[in-house]
């Protein structure tokens, strides 16, 4: 396992020719020599005549070598074949024993390099298809889990919904039924009112009927006797009321279920997570591996360009949604971002279509740079804040920088690194993050402790990872290596410039432009001057904004039009 670590990181990093003093790319491997060569190396390896017969093959197919083993019968000889009877691994002093007359012999080293291969193959499945496709699978159970979460939430808000309504509706029929009973009452009471009224009524005449009889009861109205005779009338009839019964409902738990419902979990057969088959990652990783390839043909075939004797201009986009173009940036889509000096940011795609607008809070700076994953990262300065555009043009914020003003930002092709020029009151910074946006590392002052940045506007990345920022405040393109150690500054061919946009190409070329001259300046890697390859006789007038794609061709904004012109350069 630690060999197969050791063998993914020397993919990662660059191989440098095993000959004495030679620092070139050791691409190639001499299997007999277990040395890594140079092209030049290698062939004068082959020319050797003692070295003729060695099999030299790309670094990547080489033979590994057998690790050292020293025979314990032999403690002077190491071990370096296998007897194929006997099946044990042993020195050629051994081969010569007794024990092993007749027998025949493996190379021990051809045995190794195919198991080592094979344990190779099998470690790159694990990283490749085994623990990706799981990894997979766990986000996508976690998404499930979420997704869970999210159902059972909506699932007793609606429980809490019903049974709210099922409540009101309670409320509604119970305060019905209590009014209905107070209207009841009210009737029976003035029935029972009424009927006390007959009764007061009939004693009322019952007293006065008292009074006659005792008229004629009297001594002194004898005579009365004769008179007439009285009669009572009947009692007056009247009727009990009948008081109201109250019927309860009738009702259980299982009735209130029934009301309110109740969760259950479908009689669904769980459906089985797609694995993708390991035949399509093999394919996807060979399809990658020809692309890795031809990628590979494609960079062999850039460094044959040349400065061409003339520039030609190729075409011309026209950005809807800005009004001039100070910073532009390409994808490897076709996709053209521009950004105005009022902050505002478009997409366009060939045809010129506006795809995407936002307003960014930046003006006339390099703050936006495009990204390996075809990806857009921009910087918003009022908001000391980096956000990242996603190529599904989703906007998140991606890096926070404190209380220094992120000014121009720079994707790394590298290694995908984010350069970021800051400034904070007088003071002014180049600042590295990962791709993960994980602070790697400050550039402030040189070797001398002054002050190496004033007002860094536009930042690039060269080839050979210098770090290269166009100030504007001190006029001039200063140059970093990526250790962070300053290189030079170059301030023009001794007449005025102000620098703005910059960029570099496959060729470690620096092109910045001088607002002064209103051209574009050409330098080598080590900043001297080489052209001025646009000036107002190309048809410039005052160029602002540059880049350069995959395919060498260079990107102009400019200060008084909303159109990018392509110009052809290299040969």
């Known amino acids: 396992m630690a060999e197969s670590s050791d063998e993914h990181a020397a993919m990662q990093h660059y191989l440098v020719c095993g000959t004495e003093d030679c620092q070139q790319n050791g691409e190639f491997y001499c299997n007999a020599c277990h040395r890594q060569l140079c092209e030049q190396c290698r062939?004068?390896?082959?020319?050797?005549?003692?070295?003729?017969?060695?099999e030299i093959v790309l670094y990547r197919h080489r033979k590994h070598q057998l690790p050292v083993e020293k025979c314990k019968l032999h403690p002077t000889r190491n071990i370096d074949m296998l007897c194929r009877e006997c099946q044990i691994p042993l020195c050629s002093k051994c081969s010569t024993m007794k024990q092993h007359k007749g027998h025949e012999f493996d190379d021990l080293e051809e045995i190794y390099s195919v198991k080592y291969a094979l344990w190779q193959g099998e470690f790159s499945k694990i990283q490749k298809y085994f623990l990706p496709t799981t990894q997979g699978l766990k986000t996508e159970v976690e998404n499930d889990a979420i997704e869970i979460k999210k159902i059972m939430?909506?699932?007793?808000?609606?429980?809490?919904?019903?049974?709210?309504?099922?409540?009101?509706?309670?409320?509604?029929?119970?305060?019905?039924?209590?009014?209905?009973?107070?209207?009841?009452?009210?009737?029976?009471?003035?029935?029972?009112?009424?009927?006390?009224?007959?009764?007061?009524?009939?004693?009322?005449?019952?007293?006065?009927?008292?009074?006659?009889?005792?008229?004629?009861?009297?001594?002194?109205?004898?005579?009365?006797l004769f008179s007439k005779t009285l009669k009572i009338h009947p009692i007056p009839q009247t009727t009990k009321p009948v008081p109201p019964v109250f019927t309860a409902g009738r009702f259980n738990k299982n009735d209130v279920t029934k009301l309110l419902g109740k969760v259950n979990v479908p009689n669904t057969k769980p459906?089985?997570?797609?694995?993708?088959?390991?035949?399509?990652?093999?394919?996807?990783?060979?399809?990658?591996?020809?692309?890795?390839?031809?990628?590979?043909?494609?960079?062999?075939?850039?460094?044959?360009?040349?400065?061409?004797?003339?520039?030609?201009?190729?075409?011309?986009?026209n950005v809807p949604g800005v009004v001039n173009a100070y910073h532009v940036s390409m994808d490897k889509s076709g996709r053209l971002w521009a950004s105005d000096w009022s902050g505002n940011l478009a997409q366009t795609d060939l045809q010129g279509n506006l795809l995407l607008k936002i307003n960014a809070n930046n003006g006339s700076i390099g703050?936006?740079?495009?990204?390996?994953?075809?990806?857009?990262?921009?910087?918003?300065?009022?908001?000391?804040?980096?956000?990242?555009?996603?190529p599904d043009r989703k906007i998140?914020?991606?890096?926070?920088?404190?209380?220094?003003?992120?000014?121009?930002?720079?994707?790394?092709?590298?290694?995908?690194?984010?350069?970021?020029?800051?400034?904070?009151?007088?003071?002014?910074?180049?600042?590295?993050?990962s791709k993960t946006g994980k602070e790697i590392q400050n550039i402030q002052r040189n070797n001398q402790g002054q002050k190496l940045y004033s007002d860094p506007r536009y930042i690039a990345e060269n080839i050979n990872g210098d770090i290269c920022?166009?100030?504007?405040?001190?006029?001039?393109?200063?140059?970093?290596?990526?250790?962070?150690?300053?290189?030079?500054?170059?301030?023009?061919?001794?007449?005025?410039?102000?620098?703005?946009?910059?960029?570099?190409?496959?060729?470690?070329?620096?092109?910045?432009?001088?607002?002064?001259?209103?051209?574009?300046?050409?330098?080598?890697?080590?900043?001297?001057?080489?052209?001025?390859?646009?000036?107002?006789?190309?048809?410039?007038?005052?160029?602002?904004?540059?880049?350069?794609?995959?395919?060498?061709?260079?990107?102009?904004?400019?200060?008084?039009?909303?159109?990018?012109?392509?110009?052809?350069?290299?040969?």
Request: charged share 30%; hydrophobic share 30%; with cysteine.
């Open 396 to 433: 998140t914020e991606f890096i926070k920088t404190g209380d220094w003003a992120p000014l121009s930002v720079h994707s790394s092709r590298i290694n995908g690194d984010i350069l970021v020029g800051m400034e904070r009151n007088k003071d002014a910074k180049v600042t590295r993050y």
């Open 367 to 390: 703050y936006h740079t495009v990204t390996r994953d075809g990806g857009l990262i921009y910087s918003d300065m009022h908001k000391k804040a980096i956000y990242r555009i996603t």
């Open 469 to 571: 920022t166009s100030d504007y405040n001190k006029r001039a393109v200063v140059v970093a290596k990526k250790s962070g150690q300053h290189r030079f500054s170059y301030k023009g061919r001794g007449s005025e410039f102000l620098p703005w946009g910059i960029c570099t190409d496959v060729l470690g070329h620096i092109l910045v432009c001088d607002k002064d001259n209103k051209s574009v300046h050409l330098l080598d890697q080590d900043g001297r001057f080489l052209s001025i390859i646009l000036s107002p006789q190309q048809g410039i007038k005052d160029p602002r904004g540059l880049c350069v794609d995959d395919e060498n061709n260079l990107y102009v904004g400019q200060f008084d039009t909303n159109t990018v012109t392509v110009y052809k350069y290299l040969q």
């Open 153 to 224: 939430k909506s699932i007793r808000t609606s429980m809490k919904v019903e049974s709210e309504s099922l409540k009101n509706l309670v409320d509604q029929v119970t305060s019905e039924n209590i009014n209905h009973s107070h209207t009841m009452e009210k009737s029976l009471l003035k029935m029972l009112k009424s009927q006390e009224t007959i009764h007061d009524d009939y004693i009322a005449y019952l007293g006065k009927m008292m009074g006659e009889f005792q008229e004629y009861l009297s001594t002194t109205n004898q005579k009365l």
């Open 271 to 317: 459906e089985k997570r797609k694995i993708q088959p390991m035949e399509a990652v093999t394919t996807h990783m060979k399809f990658t591996e020809k692309q890795s390839q031809q990628s590979k043909e494609k960079s062999d075939n850039k460094q044959t360009l040349s400065l061409s004797s003339s520039v030609t201009k190729v075409r011309k986009y």
């Open 43 to 54: 062939d004068e390896h082959m020319k050797s005549s003692d070295d003729q017969e060695h």
